[in-house]
């Protein structure tokens, strides 16, 4: 399969623990992308990378947020000191500058 | 003026029937464009790329006013299987990354 993996595909936590998700690109695309999208919204951006470089980051990625691409290849995010909030599906995304995005499946976070 | 803003939702239409989808957005700076579908639960898929001069795929047309900063979508023949949601997006121009739209829901009855 060479598309977008993302695992795990479903994660409950508790509130205050906290979590890391993982995602691996198409292996040609050199950017990688984090969105994070609830119900009745469209997905909304978080960060994104080319090859290893942290380009961009969004407000909505507060203190807790924490994304990586050791490598440039995979990517992981982490949520600490998780809230209700966080609660939502967590979709990444990989693509050629310029070009339309290709998604993984996503995470689904629930926080109790 | 939000990023990205999308015809309100639901549209329930019959089967055969057509059906536009509108988009504007805010940034003069924007250069790249796109329609994606999402199903219920699903992640986004990329239904097409929307060009300056418009562009078509089978019962799909899409249309780019850049001096209006519009977009659209036009679905003919509406088939029980495009029933979803369909999602506006926009580049940040050089920024680099996709804005998204809140998404349109359709819903195709027999």
């Known amino acids: 399969d060479t598309g977008v993996s993302q695992n795990p595909r479903h994660k409950i936590t508790k509130r205050g623990q906290n979590v890391t998700f993982r995602c691996d690109p198409i292996?040609?695309?050199?950017?990688l992308y984090w969105y994070r999208q609830t119900l009745g919204q469209g997905p909304e951006f978080l960060t994104y990378?080319?090859?290893?470089?942290?380009?961009?980051k969004s407000r909505l990625l507060s203190d807790r947020f924490s994304a990586e691409r050791p490598k440039g290849s995979f990517s992981t995010l982490e949520i600490q000191r998780t809230e209700q909030g966080d609660s939502a599906m967590y979709l990444c995304a990989s693509s050629f500058p310029r070009r339309g995005y290709t998604f993984g499946s996503g995470t689904r976070l629930t926080v109790v | 003026r939000k990023e990205v803003e999308q015809d309100p939702g639901p549209f329930n239409v019959p089967e055969g029937a057509t059906v536009a989808f509108n988009c504007t957005y805010s940034?003069?700076?924007?250069?790249?464009f796109f329609w994606y579908r999402q199903d219920c639960r699903k992640e986004p898929k990329l239904l097409m790329s929307?060009?300056?001069s418009g562009n078509e795929d089978g019962r799909f047309t899409a249309q780019l006013n850049r001096a209006s900063q519009y977009i659209s979508l036009l679905i003919r023949d509406s088939k029980l299987s495009d029933s979803a949601t369909y999602l506006c997006?926009?580049?940040?121009?050089?920024?680099?990354?996709?804005?998204f739209g809140k998404g349109t829901k359709l819903s195709v009855k027999p």
């Open positions: 990378f080319q090859n290893e470089a942290q380009l961009e």
């Open positions: 997006v926009v580049d940040r121009g050089s920024q680099g990354n996709l804005i």
């Open positions: 940034n003069s700076a924007s250069q790249s």
């Open positions: 929307v060009y300056s």
């Open positions: 292996s040609e695309h050199n950017r």
